[in-house]
């Protein structure tokens, strides 16, 4: 173990952006915590890391569980000694109308997307504050964190939640030197987006993969966003060159929004 490298542990990493931002981390030279509900790709995802040199462990953990979710940062300790990046990476997706939603899918979303950012900002804090280092949270948003879109409102509103989480944890956590910061992707090609595509042609009678589609139509750069445009910019927050921002929920999704 090197106690130089620095430590990063991202949720829901056992595949899509969360694996992207895994190995941009550790190629970046972070020692890599990777955690996920789902324990197989948690561990796949992290023997594929060690296979490359990045030195990694697998913690399963459902975000939902503020429990499991300082069980993540015990064990992290425990193994490397340090906390200084953790990644509220984790997130899941719905589709339906504000009409038909109901209350344990509402439920459902904001015991992953909402509490389990806010389990994630707790268990980092304390350790970060422990350790007297200072440290970086960064959460997961989306362009649905800066307008709300139809068919996706309530996962929409877990984002905007997101927002706020990010900006009020920066403003208590500043004195501290732990630094608060969101990464708001757009369109992303992973099965989150393979399901919400799925949700929306069934409402709107379309053919498979026409939502996404649509949805790609409005990128300003023509083309839909690869993990790795998120990885690169996740990268620079999880990096000293960030060290004089917080509190920002920043777009990197190539021209949908702007603001
Ligand atoms: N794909 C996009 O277009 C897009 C756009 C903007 C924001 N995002 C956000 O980026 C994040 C990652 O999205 P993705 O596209 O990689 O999704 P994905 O579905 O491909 O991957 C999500 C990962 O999170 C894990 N996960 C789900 N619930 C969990 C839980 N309760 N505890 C721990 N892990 C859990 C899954 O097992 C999976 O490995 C999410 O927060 C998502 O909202 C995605
Ligand atoms: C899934 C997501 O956050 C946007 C709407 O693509």
């Not at 190629?27 to 324990?39: C, Y």
């Not at 409005?218 to 990268?235: C, K, M, W, Y």
């Not at 960030?242 to 021209?255: E, H, K, N």
Request: aromatic share 8%; charged share 20%.
């Amino acid at each position: 173990m090197n106690m130089d490298k620095k430590v990063a542990v991202i949720t829901g990493s056992g595949q899509g952006i969360g694996k992207a931002i895994a190995e941009r981390l550790g190629k970046d030279g972070f020692t890599i915590v990777i955690s996920d509900v789902n324990e197989e790709s948690a561990n796949r995802t992290s023997i594929e890391l060690m296979e490359k040199g990045i030195e990694s462990m697998a913690v399963q953990a459902n975000v939902s569980s503020k429990k499991e979710i300082e069980n993540l940062v015990e064990q992290t300790v425990e193994q490397y000694g340090q906390l200084d990046v953790f990644i509220n990476n984790a997130g899941i997706d719905q589709v339906d109308s504000i009409l038909n939603i109901s209350e344990e899918d509402v439920q459902k979303i904001f015991e992953v997307n909402v509490f389990g950012t806010l389990y994630g900002i707790q268990a980092a804090a304390v350790q970060m504050k422990k350790q007297g280092t200072g440290g970086k949270i960064i959460n997961a948003c989306s362009i649905a964190g800066h307008r709300a879109y139809s068919l996706l409102g309530a996962y929409s509103a877990t984002k905007f939640a997101v927002k706020a989480w990010t900006q009020a944890a920066a403003e208590e956590l500043a004195s501290s030197k732990i630094t608060v910061n969101s990464y708001c992707p757009g369109i992303v090609g992973t099965s989150m987006w393979d399901r919400i595509d799925a949700g929306m042609v069934e409402y709107m009678n379309l053919e498979k993969g026409q939502a996404f589609e649509q949805f790609s139509k409005s990128i300003a750069l023509g083309r839909t966003q690869e993990p790795e445009d998120v990885a690169n910019f996740v990268s620079f927050l999880a990096s000293k060159d960030s060290d004089y921002m917080t509190g920002q929920s920043v777009l990197i999704d190539g021209g949908i929004l702007y603001g």
